[in-house]
């Protein structure tokens, strides 16, 4: 595990390709231990490409993915199962197990991976939901409950096993803005409380801003990283028009040359 | 007021294109080609400028027509002035033409004809990869079971074996049954003529216990439960839920396909018992009641006729069956596209390369049953 202010995260020279198509090139960026690192851009730029990069579903074309100097793709097939257990990823549409009651859904990976009673276990899933908000809907199916709720027990389950690293795929897409909010905030308290480095993928200007520590934005034309830093240090320093037109939807004047 | 086009020259070089008459999407509207034909028949045309002033109604036909003619102006560098349009058309024209179209990855033209084969090789050869390398987790995953390491939930497993099992019951009984019923009445044509009906139930028995029980229940199973495995892999795949499972650490073909193969692999056999004890009812029923065979003499000849080897080959039929049925339904449901049209294509596709591997199979196994001479 890695200490405070030092990379927990590098990727290093990363080229990505969704069906047979180079969609980033030579991306090369650090997550430092208990930051909120956004990565940002258009839709179609290669966000969640990366993101199934960095969580270990999809090998790159080339380059390479270190956690704490370990070099992920060079791993074999068992070491990256033990190293994605430190993952919790919140998917887009929550991604619960449809045939699984809430409770169930957080209780598989702790009934997996830990070596707790039943009882105790029912008693980790009704803190996780009491910390999305959800306490006493362990029985309710996906089904049975809105969007916004699935979401936040879909953190709950990311959450279960405590884990250091948690990604979140545009985690306020399809929300009202008071959800999208409160999402938000529970992003925060997750940095705080558990200590997570936390990536999150995502074009909400308002949950970029609100949440981000630093931001990396990922440009379509040219295939490239093409800023990073602080949300708001880029808007305020930034002397590249693309930046400014992304952060300020194309608003400010003069962006939109 | 039909849509019409007329052309005039105010000055040299200028092209003032005069529109009238409703420009609406539902009414035939003229083509840009005839303003292109007006352009070719003056090569020093240098602007198009445009009168509307007898334009009734007008929606986005008006536009699109706008819209393709400026494109093509665009090429032949002809200037479009936008003075003259009715204001909204001009608005929502200027919008359309401010949107870059963005560059595509080219697609290749279509490519020489020994490529397309070596393509089609190279397509077939990944695909069987991936068939055996699916079977090679199975395996694994089988062996994890046998050793007591598998993960997987034990009440899953139960309602997979009611779905493919008990449920299936009335479906089976039925396409069985009329199976006993299509067999003696096929064998009574013929028999009838040497005066041999009796040899119905020689033929009924040993046809629905070697074969028949087993193939007409894998095809109702291949349709049914095959097809649910894929459309259930499916959208967990669509949903996203798969991918859920493996950065969990938790294996897809261990959690879900292990226990729909192992269901199905106890199951079909019995299907397959099932299924052939109907057959024989089927025959018995209507060799006793319409074609007037004595019932005891049938059952007699059916319990000489019927031997263990038959019985044996029959349920060696249904256990193989089960795997594949088993195997195609999952394998198609885990390659899902994520789309709504890509379920679809993946219960279709488990359907059939489960039936055309079915009958594969029993091609195969009567073969060995007849080189081995059982």
Redesign the interface.
Same mark, same amino acid.
């Given at each position: 595990m890695g200490e405070t202010g030092k990379p927990v995260i590098e990727v290093r020279n990363l080229d990505l390709s969704y069906a047979d198509y180079a969609v980033m090139r030579n991306l090369n960026f650090s997550v430092n231990k208990g930051e909120i690192f956004i990565v940002m851009g258009g839709s179609g730029c290669g966000k969640s490409t990366l993101l199934k990069v960095l969580i270990g579903l999809k090998e790159p074309l080339k380059g390479e993915v270190l956690y704490d100097g370990i070099n992920f793709w060079q791993q074999d097939e068992a070491v990256q199962q033990k190293m994605m257990r430190r993952f919790g990823v919140l998917y887009q549409g929550g991604a619960l197990w449809s045939s699984f009651t809430l409770g169930e859904n957080i209780a598989l990976p702790l009934q997996l991976y830990t070596s707790l009673s039943a009882g105790q276990i029912q008693e980790v899933v009704e803190l996780k939901l009491a910390l999305v908000g959800l306490s006493g809907y362990a029985g309710f199916y996906p089904s049975e409950i809105s969007g916004g709720m699935c979401k936040r027990a879909a953190l709950a389950r990311a959450i279960a096993l405590d884990p250091d690293i948690i990604f979140f795929d545009e985690p306020s897409a399809g929300l009202d803005p008071l959800s999208a909010r409160m999402l938000d905030d529970l992003i925060l308290q997750l940095k705080d409380t558990l200590g997570a480095t936390i990536i999150v993928v995502t074009h909400e200007l308002a949950s970029i801003f609100s949440v981000g520590d630093n931001a990396a934005l990922l440009d379509t034309e040219s295939k490239s990283m093409i800023a990073i830093g602080n949300p708001k240090n880029l808007l305020a320093n930034s002397s590249d028009p693309r930046v400014i037109r992304f952060l300020t939807r194309g608003e400010r004047q003069g962006a939109a040359q | 007021m039909p849509a019409k086009l007329s052309f005039n020259y105010p000055q040299t070089g200028t092209l003032r294109v005069k529109l009238s008459g409703d420009w609406q999407i539902y009414a035939s509207i003229p083509s840009e080609n005839e303003v292109v034909a007006e352009l070719a028949s003056h090569q020093d045309t240098a602007q198009i400028i445009f009168d509307t002033s007898e334009v009734g109604s007008w929606d986005s036909g008006l536009v699109s027509f706008l819209f393709r003619l400026v494109r093509d102006c665009e090429h032949k560098n002809i200037q479009v002035s936008h003075q003259g349009l009715p204001q909204g058309a001009e608005k929502l024209l200027t919008l359309a033409l401010k949107v870059h179209t963005?560059a595509m990855?080219e697609k290749s033209a279509r490519n020489p004809f020994l490529e397309r084969v070596a393509d089609k090789a190279l397509e077939l050869y990944a695909s069987t990869l991936s068939v055996l390398n699916f079977l090679g987790e199975i395996t694994v995953a089988f062996g994890r079971f046998i050793s007591g390491k598998a993960?997987f939930r034990r009440d899953?497993f139960i309602g997979i074996v009611q779905k493919c099992g008990a449920n299936a019951l009335w479906l089976v009984s039925l396409i069985s049954i009329l199976v006993g019923i299509i067999l003696a009445f096929i064998g009574a044509i013929q028999l009838q003529l040497f005066g041999a009906q009796i040899f119905i139930a020689d033929i009924v028995g040993i046809a629905m216990v070697r074969v028949m029980g087993a193939v007409m229940a894998a095809i109702i199973m291949a349709g049914r439960t095959g097809a649910s495995f894929a459309a259930e892999l499916g /959208?967990?795949q669509v949903?996203?839920?798969i991918?859920?499972?493996?950065? /969990?650490?938790?294996s897809p073909v261990e959690f879900l396909v292990m226990p729909r193969v192992l269901a199905l692999v106890i199951m079909m056999p019995l299907l397959t018992l099932y299924a052939d004890f109907m057959g024989i009812a089927g025959g018995f029923l209507i060799s006793a009641s319409v074609l007037g065979l004595n019932p005891v003499e049938y059952w007699h000849h059916t319990q000489s006729a019927v031997r263990l080897s038959n019985l044996w080959i029959g349920l060696i039929h249904g256990f193989v069956f089960g795997i594949i049925i088993a195997v195609c339904g999952c394998l198609r449901g885990l390659k899902c596209e994520r789309s709504a049209e890509g379920i679809g294509v993946a219960t279709t596709s488990a359907v059939v390369s489960a039936i055309t591997s079915i009958v594969v199979a029993t091609a195969i196994l009567t073969f060995i049953c007849q080189v081995l001479g059982v």
């Open positions: - | 963005r990855p993960y899953d /959208l967990m949903n996203e839920e991918d859920a499972f493996k950065t /969990l650490g938790i």
